[in-house]
């Protein structure tokens, strides 16, 4: 065995081991309990970074590590392969995205298996192959029947840049999450899921997620956005017809003295027509729906309006509200219309000085407190209070005024009382080229027909030339477009929107429990099986996008009967970012780190052993080259215990805890047990991989300061041994390569992640004590039971902080304690 380290000449051979055995190949035992452990696959974007590498070291830590505490684990690889990226890489390198997206997964597939992750990649696939479309397709369809895909026009978020529509999930801060440019507003005809009709028990089960970091409940809590209140119909001054509004604060209505509605609204055009200003509305319409979606959600546009030219009555004062277009207000919170409170709500009080439009005050902070004059308000009050100039609510609390009022409106079906959540059902349709195609055909005589089950897929052309201006090439293609209705034979034309990219990756976790099954989306009993995932690994920025839809998913397939489960993922874990210099890596910044070259340099174990180490799984991890070199240096000692002492560890069997032993072989063996506790109990109960790296190092240190002392004892090497084969077992989830290298070199059979995790002995973990007396100026004051190895300053602190002997300093100063280890403590006052 070569005395030095080298993992070029050991990770390659391991890697082959573990495929040709096929080592991590999953199969259903009932016998076993099952753990399925996830990281959310990687879009094939052509190399990993080293974020993917830090969220797949910190899975197959848990993997390898269960599958050694006996249980059957499921470790699966695919790809999420289709979406936009691969379409506009694609165009840029004047290739095919089927082309670009293959070529990168095979690739990022070497690498992965380069960095020796415990995959069963016999159940590898690709969202972009047909084999698996298909189902989801199929899905849609069922769906589509239900009544849960359907089909509108409505103003969507286009992206002029990606020459599609984005679901509001996929807008961030106005722009689009993939191109980060600006998204408008766009009236076209969409496909839409029904998520809204599992809105509640999305909510619901938010409270059944213990496993889950409270930070993405909240995100959750707050997208969904469930508010009561209520519903108020405000009549037209023309006598034709209402405009609606939700509020949380009925008991200001008394104060509302205009109405403001989105440029979107349904009824801006009929408000202003025939009016003088209706070119000036409907230009202003144009220009408001050009702005940043986000900066009008959160009003960091300059407030701007414009009147219709049109009134409604305020239906408890009766008094006459013009009506404006404003451009803050956006159509997909509430009804897109709100009645404006000028004194109670900032936005509103900042659009009325603006243009001069009446402030009336309807609360006051308390029954005592003074009712301020609308000239005289520096900004608008917008807390409960006590209701003023409100008929006969005046003098009711806010609380009492919501309840009597709606009460009241609604006796005249002017109102009523009212749940609104903030989310809104998921647009699916995507106007680009690389994704599922729709399954569904439109046919002059039957109107829209679903694609027969028999006829799925529906498969996407390969076959197309890529327009350079990013637009979809499928409406161009009369072979594609051009077909026959399902129902009644005729001529048909299929749809040409393909489906949002996280449809694929709102359900591919099932499919992974039965990757090989062709005769439906998903085999039951195996599915059954492995489902719920266990642990899912992932990012946080997909703590709405994708973990919101999947959630969405599981239960409509539940409701399909493909699933048995309520939830997706039982436990999650949100790993935190890469940084380099104190920013994320990005090449833009000029900070990316090359797993390749890492590997290359170092060998993978040094790699995954430095992101391990480096921080807990849920915090930033701050890169560092005098880290990594720390990594390989510790996993180099490692191996240099092993290579040098070789044959004196393979003469002797290890330590069975079955005979006596002296003081400093016994504090060894205590050591490695205490190990063994600490490492299992921070992998298992916490993730603190870096705590337990940091143990099994303590571990090692103390087998080098004992060969130190005792390397010619004949007596010492079985617990060496039992030490050394402790670090390896307990090593080898983290650094899996060297760990198998030095587990065979000790002439064990390989392999060692097939051996099972080394357990502690409680009478190991037994500290050996000794009585220790106290004097104070040379008489005994008092006695202490201390650990035998006990440092002298250890001893010495103790002894001073007995209660009896600070009874007998009362205050005094201590001159000096002399300490005869193990015996006594002589404090001098």
Same mark, same amino acid.
């Given at each position: ?9 050991? %990770? ?359 009712? /301020? ?70 046919? %002059? ?22 327009? %350079? ?83 969405? /998913? ?74 990594? %070199? ?200």
């Amino acid at each position: 065995m070569d005395s030095r380290y080298n993992p070029k000449s050991i %990770e390659k051979k391991w890697q082959d081991y573990w495929e040709r055995e096929q080592l991590f190949r999953a199969s259903e035992d009932p016998a076993k309990k099952k753990y399925y452990l996830l990281e959310m696959f990687p879009y094939p974007s052509g190399r990993i970074h080293m974020g993917h590498v830090r969220n797949y070291s910190i899975g197959d830590v848990v993997a390898r590590f269960l599958s050694m505490r006996g249980y059957n684990v499921l470790h699966p690889m695919g790809w999420d392969a289709f979406g936009m990226p691969a379409e506009n890489a694609a165009i840029k390198a004047k290739t095919h995205p089927a082309k670009w997206t293959y070529e990168n997964i095979d690739y990022m597939r070497s690498q992965l298996k380069q960095l020796g992750f415990s995959y069963d990649w016999s159940r590898e696939f690709a969202t972009c192959d047909p084999s698996y479309y298909r189902w989801e397709q199929l899905f849609f369809i069922r769906m589509y029947e239900s009544g849960l895909a359907y089909k509108k026009k409505s103003y969507v978020n286009w992206c002029n840049t990606c020459q599609t529509v984005l679901a509001n999930e996929q807008v961030e801060d106005g722009a689009c999450w993939r191109c980060d440019q600006p998204v408008v507003q766009k009236e076209m005809e969409q496909w839409f899921f029904k998520i809204t009709d599992y809105v509640e028990e999305l909510l619901e089960w938010l409270d059944k997620l213990p496993g889950w970091p409270e930070r993405v409940l909240t995100m959750q809590r707050n997208w969904i956005g469930k508010s009561f209140g209520s519903t108020i119909r405000f009549p037209l001054a023309s006598g034709e017809g209402f405009i609606e509004v939700f509020t949380t604060r009925a008991d200001t209505l008394f104060g509302a003295t205009f109405m403001s509605v989105a440029p979107e609204h349904p009824m801006v055009a009929a408000l202003c027509r025939g009016h003088d200003q209706e070119q000036a509305v409907l230009d202003f319409v144009e220009k408001a729906k050009q702005a940043k979606r986000g900066e009008r959600a959160v009003g960091l546009l300059e407030k701007e309006g414009i009147f219709t030219g049109s009134y409604c009555i305020n239906p408890m004062t009766q008094e006459r509200m013009p009506i404006y277009v404003a451009n803050f207000v956006v159509m997909e919170y509430g009804t897109g219309a709100v009645m404006a409170v000028p004194a109670h709500d900032q936005r509103d009080f900042e659009f009325a000085r603006k243009y001069g439009l009446p402030i009336k005050v309807v609360i006051k902070e308390s029954d005592t407190a003074e009712v /301020f004059h609308p000239d005289q308000l520096p900004h608008a009050y917008e807390e409960d209070g006590v209701l003023v100039h409100s008929g006969p609510y005046t003098g009711m609390s806010s609380a009492q005024a919501r309840a009597a009022i709606t009460r009241d409106l609604e006796t005249r079906g002017l109102g009523s009382l009212t749940v609104q959540y903030r989310l809104r059902d998921w647009g699916i349709s995507r106007q680009r080229y690389w994704g599922a195609p729709i399954p569904i055909v439109y046919c %002059e005589r039957c109107g829209t027909v679903p694609v027969k089950e028999q006829d799925l897929p529906v498969i996407l052309p390969l076959d197309l030339e890529m327009p %350079e201006n990013g637009a979809s090439p499928l409406p161009l293609s009369e072979a594609f477009v051009k077909t026959t209705c399902p129902r009644c034979g005729g001529p048909g034309r299929r749809e040409t929107d393909t489906m949002d990219t996280f449809v694929e990756s709102s359900w591919y976790f099932a499919r992974f429990a039965c990757a090989d099954y062709t005769e439906g989306p998903l085999d039951h009993g195996r599915v059954h099986y492995w489902m719920p995932v266990d642990q899912y690994i992932g990012g946080i920025e997909h703590a709405v996008l994708h973990l919101l839809y999947s959630r969405f /998913f599981t239960k409509v397939l539940r409701d399909m009967g493909y699933l048995e489960v309520d939830e997706p993922f039982t436990n999650l874990l949100t790993q935190g970012m890469v940084i380099k210099d104190g920013a994320k890596m990005s090449k833009s910044k000029g900070n990316v780190v090359d797993p390749d070259d890492m590997i290359r340099t170092y060998g993978a174990d040094t790699v995954r052993l430095f992101c391990l180490f480096a921080a807990p799984p849920e915090k930033e991890l701050e890169w560092s080259d005098q880290g990594v %070199e720390g990594a390989y240096r510790f996993l180099g000692r490692v191996w240099r215990l092993v290579a040098e002492n070789l044959e004196k560890l393979k003469a002797v069997p290890p330590y069975d805890g079955r005979d006596p032993l002296p003081q400093l072989l016994q504090s060894l063996h205590r050591k490695t047990h205490q190990t063994i506790k600490k490492v299992t109990e921070d992998i298992e109960q916490r993730f603190h991989f870096n705590t337990a790296i940091a143990a099994i190092m303590e571990l090692v240190n103390e087998i080098y300061g004992l060969l130190d002392k005792a390397k010619e004892d004949v007596t010492a090497w079985p617990v060496v041994r039992e030490a050394v084969e402790a670090v390896i077992l307990m090593l080898s989830p983290m650094a899996p390569h060297i760990a198998e290298e030095l587990w065979t070199s000790l002439g064990m059979p390989a392999s060692v992640a097939k051996r099972p995790w080394p357990t502690y002995r409680e009478e190991a973990l037994a500290v050996e004590t000794v009585l220790v007396v106290v004097q104070v100026n040379g008489k005994l004051r008092s006695r202490l039971v201390v650990p035998a190895d006990i440092s002298e300053e250890a001893l010495k602190e103790a002894a001073l902080q007995d209660a009896k002997i600070q009874n007998f300093l009362a205050g005094k100063p201590v001159r000096k304690a002399v300490v005869v280890p193990k015996k006594l403590v002589n404090i001098v006052v």
